[in-house]
Nanobody, 118 residues
């Protein structure tokens, strides 16, 4: 049974930082990463990382967010710096077997709220 434990969300002022973590259990994954969904909007990619360290970032977070992964612990982290109010969303951990096709046979975490005040 695949399970995710997400942590690190919260309330922060604009310009601040947060670090999200997602620990997976039940199996290992080719890719792990994060998506986010703001109220009334679709769920969008934030960042992905493969087993070998390849990364893919949304343009809106490049230079501010850094994704990392500990394969031995089946864990992915998202370091978020210089946060902006538009980063406010529920952040979801996602993991699956194909970095190039993240929608294929992937799994979702339950989500963690990130709120950035202006």
């Amino acid at each position: 049974q695949v399970q995710f434990v997400e942590s690190g969300g919260g309330l922060v002022q604009a310009g601040g930082s947060l670090r999200l973590s997602c620990v997976a259990s039940g199996r290992t994954f080719n890719f792990m990463g994060w998506y986010r969904q703001a109220p009334g909007k679709q769920r969008d990619l934030v960042a992905l990382i493969s087993e070998t360290g390849n990364t893919n970032y949304a343009d809106s977070v490049k230079g501010r967010f850094t994704i990392s992964r500990d394969n031995a612990k089946n864990t992915v982290h998202l370091q978020m710096n210089n946060l902006k109010p538009e980063d406010t969303a529920v952040y979801y951990c996602r993991a699956g077997p194909d970095f190039n096709i993240p929608r294929y046979n992937s799994y979702w975490g339950q989500g963690t709220q990130v709120t950035v005040s202006s």
